[in-house]
């Protein structure tokens, strides 16, 4: 059955798949601090605890990992000539930084910082349960030759549009598990060959990404052996990528970068199911609360959590629900309904969605590469699209206005989250440039 999406100024843009911003009615001031919701602040602090527990033998499986730190982290810098083709050279503009987790190390994504942290996680668990792993014992243990032998014992599932499917894939197989990658129609034929490469058996269904990660919860279900990685359901996921903030505020602070009430801060994170994005936004709520708003942004034909969202429906909406295709070239962005968990979090902390049209995703993939020398996918560069809308678009007007931020433009800092593709293969990536040199 369609759905009517409720009178709204941004739906007749939505239903005709023409960019555009639609702000969040429900976001309000310390939504964090909601004690209903299935998250809590104290959760990515036991995170980062995680992340410094497993470090070492992140480091001793990823020898491409900064010697000092075994942490998977990517560089925050600033937007330099590129702001020209963008528009965005004017002091309204405020600060423009890219956050460049599309040279992530280990799986060349954003999908390193979940995909990696649930597999590491799990292996402890394992490990500890079965007696391979004792209480203080060093955790480099289970790189060791009889812990990988265990581990072959067990397989990691996932359904993946491409990139956490390579994450999980390299994560498991470095420690020796199994793995099986159920990919959609979508997946991008290099990261099944990559995949394929690494021995990771890769199940290809001719469906889109939910019916490809409901296949995969199904045969795991059915088998002790399979520990599946749910993207529409996991808390591990979402709590790897949450961390990504702390990264940020540190960064932030060592570039000078004041974020306060005066000096607020404005995310853009490229959005397929929500995870990700809805991860490093419950971070950054938790680190700079109401001075950060986080924006999510998807394709026109693919902005499932736009429509869920926007339709304040108790179930989930679809893009198909709305007549919409889920046909876009950002392949990490395809996905036609939004995990039902991150829209629980989400609901109060979401600033709002804007959605970007493909051919401007090919424009920006190839003016951040010719400008900086940034290599992306499609799905990585439609963060550009956020400080036009949010200093220029009557919507984003109204959002500042809303927000008592109207004068304080100039001493904004915009972070355009970049969330993949140092692993295209260069073949591929001259593909992308080619497709920007002809859509002009
Ligand atoms: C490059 C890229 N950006 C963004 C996303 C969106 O992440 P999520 O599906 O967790 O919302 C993906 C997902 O695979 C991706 O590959």
Not at 15 to 20: E, F, G, K, S, V
Request: glycine share 8%; hydrophobic share 45%; net charge negative.
């Amino acid at each position: 059955m369609p759905i009517q999406l409720p009178d709204n100024p941004a739906r007749s843009d939505v239903l005709a798949a023409r960019p555009t911003l639609w702000t969040n009615p429900h976001y309000v001031r310390n939504a964090i601090e909601d004690a209903a919701l299935p998250v809590r602040p104290s959760d990515v602090d036991a995170a980062q605890e995680n992340w410094r527990r497993l470090a070492p033998l992140l480091k001793t499986c990823f020898p491409e990992l900064k010697p000092d730190s075994g942490a998977i982290r990517s560089d925050l810098v600033p937007l330099e000539s590129i702001r020209d083709a963008l528009g965005y050279a004017g002091a309204e503009y405020g600060t423009v930084l890219v956050k460049a987790d599309s040279a992530l190390p280990v799986a060349g994504s954003i999908k390193a910082r979940g995909g990696v942290y649930e597999v590491f996680v799990f292996a402890e668990q394992l490990a500890k349960r079965e007696g391979l792993l004792k209480e203080g014992q060093d955790i480099r243990r289970l790189a060791e030759p009889d812990a990988k032998a265990f581990f072959s014992h067990y397989t990691i599932a996932v359904g993946s549009t491409g990139n956490l499917g390579l994450s999980v894939g390299i994560a498991a197989r470095a420690l020796g598990f199994k793995a099986t990658v159920h990919m959609s129609s979508d997946a991008k034929t290099w990261k099944v060959e990559r995949l394929t490469r690494l021995g990771v058996e890769v199940v290809k269904h001719d469906a889109d990404y939910t019916t490809a990660v409901e296949n995969a919860r199904v045969v795991a279900e059915g088998d002790p052996t399979i520990y599946f990685v749910d993207d529409e359901q996991s808390r591990h996921l979402f709590l790897g990528y949450s961390v990504a903030a702390l990264e940020l505020a540190e960064q932030l602070q060592a570039r000078g970068i004041v974020v306060d009430a005066d000096h607020p801060l404005f995310l853009y994170l490229p959005c397929g199911i929500g995870g990700a994005p809805g991860g490093v936004a419950y971070g950054a709520k938790n680190v700079f609360a109401d001075n950060v708003h986080c924006f999510f942004v998807e394709p026109v034909q693919s902005p499932c959590a736009l429509v869920h969202l926007m339709s304040d429906s108790e179930d989930l909406v679809s893009v198909y629900d709305v007549g919409l295709t889920n046909r876009t070239e950002a392949d990490g962005m395809a996905v036609a309904r939004m995990s039902a968990f991150v829209a629980t979090v989400m609901r109060g902390m979401l600033a709002g969605v804007f959605t970007v049209d493909d051919a401007s995703l090919f424009r920006w993939l190839r003016d951040a590469h010719e400008s900086q020398n940034l290599r992306l996918e499609p799905s990585a560069a439609a963060g550009f699209a956020g400080p036009g809308f949010i200093a220029s678009h009557p919507l984003g007007k109204a959002f500042r206005d809303r927000w008592n931020i109207a004068d304080r433009l100039e001493r904004a800092t915009h972070v355009v989250w970049t969330t993949g593709g140092s692993f295209v293969p260069e073949d591929q990536f001259q593909a992308f440039l080619n497709m920007a040199n002809e859509i002009g």
